[in-house]
């Protein structure tokens, strides 16, 4: 499959200024505000840049802020399917692997599988915090070793120092693409069933 020109990224995670910061680090420079209070962001960002000739477009929703009622989960996620249209090519996790907890394990599936059923296999787990490899499986944190498994990009580490792990993900971007044999996710956007519920809960 060709290099991907008109690459689209969504950000998940519970840490606002922490998905901004990211963005800002995709895109190469300051454009998201990653100091600005959760209640002056709007439900969900959109920023394009362009790096070394291909197109990024930056989502962050906001999808798992703390105490966030599902009727504005769910307009979230249909905002967000709007603005990425025609499909997302892959979901950035980001979240600090020692307070993720196993109802934030749950939690981003409810919200990925309100995207898609197959949101997981486009999903690449980046942690934000100096974690080295073997600490990182040699840890007690099985929420976190649990949601990697299910993530069909598997896992990277944040830097601002260093930005290999953003051309990693584009790699293995276009290597779930591949594997999956299609252009971009596509969102069907479906109602809540049984499953999503218990994932909830």
Request: glycine share 6%; with cysteine.
């Amino acid at each position: 499959m060709a290099t991907v020109s008109d690459l689209r990224i969504v950000l998940i995670g519970k840490n606002g200024s922490e998905n901004r910061r990211v963005a800002n680090t995709i895109l190469g420079r300051a454009v998201f505000d990653s100091e600005a209070p959760y209640y002056l962001q709007q439900s969900s960002d959109r920023i394009s840049g362009e790096l070394e000739g291909r197109k990024i477009t930056v989502f962050n929703p906001h999808l798992l802020q703390p105490n966030f009622p599902q009727g504005e989960i769910i307009d979230g996620v249909r905002d967000c399917v709007s603005l990425s249209a025609p499909g997302p090519h892959v979901f950035v996790l980001v979240l600090k692997y020692n307070n993720f907890t196993e109802d934030d394990r749950h939690q981003v599936k409810y919200v990925l599988n309100l995207f898609s059923y197959q949101a997981m296999k486009h999903t690449i787990v980046l942690t934000t915090e100096d974690v080295q490899h073997r600490s990182l499986f040699t840890s007690r944190n099985n929420s976190v070793h649990d949601l990697i498994k299910e993530c069909g990009g598997g896992y990277l580490r944040f830097s601002t120092v260093s930005t290999g792990w953003r051309y990693e993900m584009f790699r293995r971007t276009e290597e779930i693409l591949k594997k999956e044999s299609i252009e971009f996710l596509i969102c069907d956007n479906r109602p809540i069933s049984q499953d999503d519920e218990r994932e909830r809960k």
